[in-house]
Nanobody, 124 residues
């Protein structure tokens, strides 16, 4: 069974930090990019970061310099380190296995597998 299980979400104050984890199983972890998406209340889901299979990283401007994506291949776990959180970061965050190639969120093949999401709520 394919699984992507997010954890680490919760409440944070503006300016605080959280690290999200995504435990993967049931598919070839190293053959996929790992993407992070979020969906804010009333908004469309958007891609925010990706660690591609060639180790290139991608970030949208809204999170660049504040969020960092990484992975532990041996543990088949991806991470999203979030610092200097802002209220506008409030969203459900999803990890995803992205079908290569990936060159940016403007155009890519698509997502093979989705996690179910974890809520991040940032208060002022």
């Amino acid at each position: 069974e394919v699984q992507l299980v997010e954890s680490g979400g919760g409440l944070a104050q503006a300016g605080g930090s959280l690290t999200l984890s995504c435990a993967a199983s049931g598919f070839t972890f190293d053959a996929h990019g790992i993407g992070w998406f979020r969906q804010a209340p009333g908004k469309e889901r958007e891609g925010i970061s990706c660690l591609a299979i060639d180790a290139q990283t991608f970030y949208i401007d809204a999170v660049k310099g504040r969020f960092t994506v990484s992975s532990d291949s041996a543990k088949k776990t991806a991470f999203l380190q979030m610092t200097n959180l802002k209220p506008e970061d409030t969203a459900v965050y999803y990890c995803a296995a992205i079908r290569p190639p990936f060159y940016g969120f403007t155009y890519y093949y698509g997502v093979d597998y989705w996690g179910k999401g974890t809520l991040v709520n940032v208060s002022a």
